[in-house]
């Protein structure tokens, strides 16, 4: 078994790791940050916003039981492509959505997906503002942050509160 990683940055990451997880063909999904200029940050650097990182899951996954491909389309039906500034209830540059690449197979997947995902209208007149970016040095989170869904599951559901899941049932419902 030859394992591959995908990154994907969608907001909080205790939001983006649930819904990978569940997944056959996902062997880990690790939180933590990526694109910044400070190496191994901690989280109160990551929301000062001095460190240029993001707040982004790692996914080891299985190739043979679940493609990038299949990945990235998950990642959609995550996050709010059309907002630049942050996702629902987190705002800021920490929570930018950005899918990070590390070769140019990766690179022509998000890309044409990307794309089909503008030209469908599902957000209307709305531009696909999600960039697709270079893979940077990842730095996991503290360990207080990994699988919190699981650890917290109260605390999860006041963020999941925060607007994610509305948006998810208004847009992709029927898919």
């Known amino acids: 078994m030859s394992l591959d990683t995908a990154i994907f940055a969608g907001g909080c990451f205790w939001c983006m790791v649930q819904p990978f997880d569940t997944y056959p063909g996902i ?25 240029g990182h993001t707040e982004a899951v790692k996914i080891t996954f299985d190739p043979d039981k679940i493609s990038y491909k299949d990945l990235v389309e998950i990642y959609w039906h995550q996050t709010d492509p059309t907002d630049a500034s942050g996702q629902f209830q987190d705002r800021g540059d920490n929570y930018r959505p950005v899918i990070f690449v590390k070769n140019d197979e990766q690179r022509k997947i998000a890309e044409k997906s990307k794309k089909a995902l503008q030209e469908s209208g599902r957000f209307g007149d709305a531009k696909i503002v999600t ?11 503290e360990d207080y942050h990994q699988g919190f869904y699981k650890k917290d599951p109260q605390r999860f559901a006041l963020e999941e509160a925060g607007g994610r899941q509305q948006f998810i049932e208004k847009y992709w419902k029927n898919n």
Do not use: L
């Open 27 to 51: 062997e880990k999904v690790e939180s933590g940050y990526t694109g910044g200029h400070v190496a191994n940050p901690t989280y109160e650097q990551v929301c000062s916003g001095t460190t």
């Open 131 to 141: 960039t697709i970016e270079d893979v940077q040095p990842f730095y996991p989170a």
